[in-house]
């Protein structure tokens, strides 16, 4: 929206926001909110709120967006041993857990490592490397034993609670240790599986040489290699498994899934299966065909996100309206550990915060970022190695802050995208799922620079804002899409930091009681994100913004 009348109502600003440690010293929020209004460099954008509140639709819960480990790695995240998991780690997730209120922290153990690694009940290490000469980067498989699930409870035990996804291989149907492994992982792990993956990206197990016997490996191979495991489970002596949290199929590129569903795989394992799994990357840098050498322009553009999310968009609403869920299992930037100037940018950061937010919109109920070793462009953050003494934060492990702040909801929500008149812009709105009140909003500037962007936001009535002054912003910024480092969520960085605990960032932007019973104007940097919080913060003391910053705040202090 071009009028220049509309641009003349901005947020007052009645007050600085309230900190907990006087170690810690903020920008003025009135010095920096006035230099947003001397940067504006961009039209005003139209928030449309006028439409319909969903009453219907996808619902969603807090712990949308979790983290998926590549399997091969996983000691160096979780710890060898029970008691040996490193706090920076521990620290990284309980910064999540600060905004996941009664609910547990999704996290999924899989990719093409687990497919090929063995089970080995008597081994008492925690893994032991493959020697296998077939081994590649992107696939490296290992042996492991019991220890693995005593590690991953005892990582659970430490964070209240955790959602686990086991990875389990379809690479050797006729494998006699898979029956022991779940029946391993059961009696260890208990309830905090939530479900068993079988499989990992069997579309492509022909084109990777995983069937050498096979000129082609059809889906009616595939359903006739999960109907044998399944069997194994089921009729193994030792197995007290019941089988009804297996996923799958975790297609990611060559298969249709309404045409899997559809040729019996559905009807066959519909009461086996607790969700519909998927894992997909938008671009391959594999060196395989069809790999790519990425530019960020190509993540930076909100009709790209729309598009993307539409993949197999037809198999989704087939698996919903069937009473499964869809996941994905697996997603990053880049395919085959992302790719530099790309995967490790802010730009990165909020394409995936885009990305995860339509894929909540078109019928998705989980998805999981993807981590792997140390010195992948995608990662969340690196564990020490190669000189480095601590731990690295790495661009995307910020995204999961809007996500979590905007799907804070308990009783779930409805995600709308708002279609904002422009490619370089993205906004959602969340409703409540029993209410349908509108409680949040997310809204992203990816335009570079160093202005802003003026989005419109239409007067509200909303009985989560009081009536009045009580609406909370809290902003995601960085100098530019290219940024790698120096990034900012409600004041707070993760840069040059080794512990996984948050310190000032020097610019904190966030507002409170702001007035929403007007238009009003909210500046957003170039670039950057906003999540808008309609509701006092201070009357809902689970959702409490402010305690939540200071408590990290607090820790950052307490721990190292």
Not at 169 to 175: E, G, I
Not at 268 to 295: E, M, R, V
Not at 504 to 513: E, I, K
Not at 531 to 547: A, N, Q, R, S, Y
């Amino acid at each position: 929206m071009n009028d220049p009348s509309l641009q003349s109502q901005f947020i007052s600003i009645p007050a600085l926001r309230r900190m907990s440690s006087a170690r810690f010293l903020f920008k003025s929020l009135i010095i920096g909110f006035s230099w947003l209004f001397a940067l504006r460099t961009s039209h005003a954008l139209d928030v449309p709120l006028h439409l319909i509140p969903p009453t219907t639709g996808n619902v969603v819960y807090g712990n949308f967006l979790g983290i998926s480990f590549e399997f091969s790695f996983l000691g160096e995240y979780f710890g060898f041993d029970v008691g040996s998991t490193p706090q920076p780690f521990l620290n990284y997730l309980e910064n999540y857990n600060e905004l996941l209120p009664d609910i547990p922290l999704r996290l999924r153990i899989g990719g093409n490592s687990v497919d090929s690694s063995i089970f080995d009940e008597s081994q008492t290490r925690f893994s032991i490397p493959s020697n296998s000469s077939s081994t590649n980067a992107d696939d490296q498989p290992v042996s492991y034993g019991p220890l693995v699930f005593k590690v991953m409870d005892a990582v659970a035990e430490r964070l209240g609670g955790v959602d686990y996804l086991f990875g389990l291989s379809l690479l050797d149907p006729t494998n006699p240790t898979i029956p022991e492994l779940v029946e391993t992982a059961r009696s260890t792990l208990g309830d905090k599986v939530d479900a068993y993956v079988l499989g990992n990206e069997p579309d492509i197990y022909s084109s990777h040489g995983k069937r050498p016997k096979l000129a082609n490996y059809t889906v009616n191979d595939y359903i006739g290699d999960y109907n044998e495991v399944l069997n194994r489970i089921r009729q193994s002596p030792i197995s007290n498994v019941t089988l009804s949290n297996i996923a799958g199929p975790s297609i990611c590129c060559s298969w249709d899934l309404a045409t899997l569903l559809q040729q019996g795989w559905l009807d066959d394992f519909k009461q086996q299966l607790k969700y519909i799994s998927l894992q997909h990357y938008p671009k391959n840098h594999c060196g395989l065909p069809g790999a790519t050498h990425p530019t960020l322009s190509y993540y930076v553009n909100h009709t790209n996100v729309v598009a993307l999310a539409k993949w197999n968009l037809h198999g989704i609403n087939i698996a919903n309206q069937a009473g499964k869920p869809v996941i994905m299992s697996e997603f990053s930037s880049v395919s085959c550990g992302g790719y530099p100037t790309v995967s490790d940018t802010f730009g990165a950061a909020l394409w995936s915060v885009d990305y995860a937010m339509q894929m909540s919109v078109v019928g998705y109920s989980a998805v999981h970022l993807h981590t792997r070793e140390r010195n992948i462009s995608y990662n969340l953050f690196d564990y020490p190695g190669d000189g480095e003494n601590g731990w690295t934060t790495r661009p995307v492990y910020y995204s999961y802050f809007p996500v979590l702040q905007g799907l804070q909801n308990p009783s779930g929500s409805r995600v709308v995208d708002l279609g904002l008149n422009s490619s370089s812009a993205a906004g959602y709105g969340i409703y409540d799922k029993e209410t349908s009140e509108l409680y949040r909003l997310i809204l992203i500037n990816f335009q570079d620079g160093n202005g802003t962007v003026p989005f419109v936001i239409p007067a509200l009535s909303s009985p989560r804002a009081g009536g009045g002054k009580n609406a909370t912003v809290k902003f995601l910024t960085a100098p530019s899409l290219h940024e790698g480092s120096d990034i900012s969520w409600s004041g707070m960085t993760w840069k040059g930091v080794v512990d996984g605990n948050p310190v000032a960032s020097g610019r904190d932007l966030d507002l409170t009681q702001v007035d929403v019973s007007a238009s009003y104007t909210l500046e957003i940097p170039s670039p950057g994100l906003a999540v808008v919080i309609f509701e006092d913060p201070l009357e809902c003391d689970e959702l409490d913004v402010e305690e939540h910053v200071n408590d990290l705040l607090a820790r950052s202090q307490d721990v190292g």
